[in-house]
């Protein structure tokens, strides 16, 4: 597997950071903002249309956002332990090149949930 890296480009619009993640390190996954496949996420396609990079960007609560906080973004969140909320809230308070820094550091896609 390659080196994490420290780039924007691999900010997801929901906050989670592909540039921590095995399959788009080893080339298995073009990432999300560069996936054309990936029509069925909701929150990409509502950031493209809004010309956002992220969720942060947006004006509303991402916890009361239904694109943002569906069923599907629930069962990620149990499963991976993933705090979406909290990496948007990162983001809007620190900008995405230090979110991709901290995540880079870590070495992992989201914050976790404690």
Sequence with gaps: ??????DTRHVAACGLYCG?????????CPGCKQNDKATWCK????????KFNTCAEC???VQE???FSNWI??????LFKS??????R????????????????RKSQTIKKK
């Design 1 to 6: 597997m390659k080196n994490v890296t420290t």
């Design 20 to 28: 921590a993640c095995r399959k788009f390190l080893n080339g298995k």
């Design 43 to 50: 929150i990409r396609s509502c950031c493209m249309a809004n």
């Design 59 to 61: 004006s509303r609560n």
């Design 65 to 67: 956002c239904k694109v």
């Design 73 to 78: 973004a629930k069962v990620f969140a149990f």
């Design 83 to 88: 705090d979406r909320p909290a990496c948007i």
């Design 90 to 105: 990162y983001i809007k308070e620190h900008g995405e090149q230090a979110y991709a820094d901290e995540m880079s550091m």
